[in-house]
């Protein structure tokens, strides 16, 4: 993709709108520029949280995170106390 920009007499410019959807940005939304060691900028969208965030979870319900978690409910499952560790 090469799209060029103006910058205006304030240091400002317009993102054209196939960048902002390249980019997953809206208006209110920021973005970064980040210059790498061969002096190359990139431009990438600043997140607040992974936008895999709002996947967790999906097809555990009433499973918590992680794998103490998982552990617990297998052995719930198969009828042991899940807060007996001597279980394997």
Do not use: C, W
């Not at 210059?35 to 319900?61: C, L, M, Q, W």
Request: charged share 35%; aromatic share 4%; hydrophobic share 30%.
């Amino acid at each position: 993709m090469e799209i060029e920009a103006k910058i205006t007499s304030k240091g400002q410019i317009t993102v054209p709108l196939e960048v902002r959807k390249e980019l997953g940005v809206k208006p209110g939304d920021k973005i970064r520029f980040e210059k790498n060691d061969d002096h190359e900028i990139t431009v990438r969208p600043v997140r607040k949280e992974s936008p895999f965030a709002k996947y967790r979870g999906i097809g555990t319900p009433g499973i918590g995170p992680g794998l103490d978690a998982v552990i617990k409910a297998v052995r719930e499952m198969r009828g042991f106390d899940p807060d007996d560790p001597s279980v394997e």
